[in-house]
Structure formats: C-alpha cells, structure tokens
C-alpha cells in the first residue's frame, strides 16, 4: 500500500531476514514428513518393504533435526509445531495404516478401529508432551523420563509383527496384531515412566573415538544387511526395558521424598511465642518474664 503523506510514521512493513541455520532444521523435519507420506502410498501399493524402511528413514531423520537444531542454535517456535506435525503424520498415521493394509482390514471395522486408535493415541501423545513441556512442578529428575512411550519408538515397536511376517516367522493371527496394536497405543498415553537419556553427557574420550566411530558404522552395516532382524530385536529388548525404566523412576522419586523430611526436620525451629511481647523485646524475652 502507499505511503499516505499525513502520515509519514507509517512505513512499508519489511519482512525480517531468516539466518539459514533456522531453515536447515526444517527442511530435515519436511523431509522426515515426505517420507511419511510415501510410505503410506507404498503401503496402499502393496510394498510394505519399503513402507517400513521409509517410517525408519523418518524415525532416524526425526532423531538427527532437534540435535543439530540445539547444535547450530537454529531452534524456533515454528520448528517445534512443525516437528510435531510431522511425528503425528509419521509415527501416528502412517504405521497405523500400514498395519491395516498389511493384516488389519481382514477384521474389517475392528481392524480399522484399531489402526484408528493408535493413529489417534500418537496424537494425544504428542499434545500432551507439548503441553507439560513447561511444568513448573515437573521434579529436576524427571527431564530424564518421557510420561509413556514416545512416538517414534512407538511406531517402531508397533510394526513387530510386520517385521517378523517379513522374516518368514508364522504370521500372527489377525486379532492378535489389533491386540498388539492396541496395547502400544495404550503404552504411548499411559503415565508410564520411560527412561529416555536426554541429560546423559554425549562426550566420548579421546582414546575412544574410533573404537565408536567402529561401532556405529558396524551397526549401521547390520542394519542395511538385516534390518528386519535388528529391527525385531530392537522392538523386543525396548520393551523388556521399560519395567527398568519404571523402576528406577520410583527409585529416584523415593529418594526425593526421603530428602524433604530430612530438610524439614534439619531446619531451625521458630523461637516460642509470648503474649503480650513484641519482637523488638525478643532479645530479653526471658527476662522481662521473670
């Protein structure tokens, strides 16, 4: 619009400049969401293969974009929504959709109620971690814990029973896999505690550097050579962990109750009150009484 003359204050509204380390985050986490999006088209093409291998693509992509993130410094209000946005469509939609054109729509209505569910339950998930991101009432130990399973690991452990019909192994019956399917979905809105290593230090020794570079290449060899494998073992060892993570959550709020008493009873007492007597006179209190 023009400038109008009576006014000369008023002034064309520029756009800010956006440093490019804001946008790398974003265009991981675009990524991560395309590739959500294809494998739901792979999955109504019938090529649940590369189905799988695009939620794990999305799943390793949605791992590496809040790390550089917090690395470069390029963390932005509009990238958390975005991310996610993404795991919703990523680790909510797709995997349930999956499942129900693998095995599930051989129940029908049931088979779609169930993938509906999970979908709908990685949804809560997510709404309610944005939510308590903030909670002041939130104790310094549990910023180690997630309140129930996040939603990437949900969506990997959820697809076991894909990766084991893709091993050969005798494909679980139908009602079994909506079982399954709704059990995860529960897991992922539950207040389970789940441990979740976000205040670990990530510093390797020096002396330790390739002996880690050797293993991170030797897994990501195994990976690419069986990942239907390490991919069930994946699923089945993270679920035989979160009792421990339970665990030790309880541990440490036992611990911290066990603190507060303790302070409590260490604290100094108040000196006795006396009617009649002002604090000015509390230094010859005792006196003036006598």
């Known amino acids: 619009m023009p400038i109008d003359s009576k006014y000369p204050e008023l002034r ?14 974003n265009v991981i986490t675009l990524l991560a969401i395309c590739a959500g999006l294809t494998a739901i088209r792979l999955s109504t093409e019938g090529r649940m293969e590369l189905a799988v291998a695009a939620i794990v693509f999305a799943a390793a992509l ?5 790390r550089i993130a917090r690395l470069i410094k390029g963390q932005s209000k509009f990238g958390a929504e975005l991310d996610s946005l993404a795991d919703f469509v990523n680790f909510g939609v797709a995997p349930g959709l999956i499942l ?20 709908i339950s990685g949804g809560l998930r997510l709404a309610r ?29 959820v697809l076991l029973p894909v990766y084991l019909g893709f091993l050969g192994v005798t494909t679980p019956p139908a009602t079994l896999t909506a079982f399954y399917t709704l059990l995860i979905a529960f897991l992922m809105v539950s207040r389970l505690p789940v441990f979740s290593g976000k205040t670990m230090r990530m ?3 020096p002396e330790m550097l390739l002996p880690v570079f050797v293993s991170v290449v030797f897994f990501i060899a195994l990976l690419v050579s069986y990942p239907w494998h390490i991919l069930s073992a994946g699923s089945v060892l993270y679920l ?24 409590a009873s260490t604290s100094p007492t108040p000196p006795p009150s006396y009617p009649g007597v002002t604090d000015a006179d509390h230094d010859d209190r005792p006196t003036r009484l006598n």
Do not use: C
């Open 240 to 263: 035989i962990s979160l009792p421990w993570g339970w665990k030790t959550y309880r541990d440490h709020a036992r611990a911290a109750e066990a603190i507060v008493p303790a302070e």
């Open 62 to 66: 949605d791992g590496i974009d809040g």
């Open 12 to 25: 064309r509204r520029r756009f800010r400049q956006i440093p490019v380390r804001m946008l790398v985050p």
């Open 203 to 205: 510093r390797v020794p």
């Open 100 to 119: 129900y054109f693998w095995q599930l729509h051989d129940l029908g209505n049931g088979g779609w109620i169930a993938a509906m569910v999970f979908a």
């Open 129 to 157: 971690f944005n939510a308590s991101i903030d909670d002041p009432n939130k104790p310094a130990f549990a910023a180690n814990y997630f309140t129930g399973v996040p939603a990437p690991a949900g969506a990997i452990t």
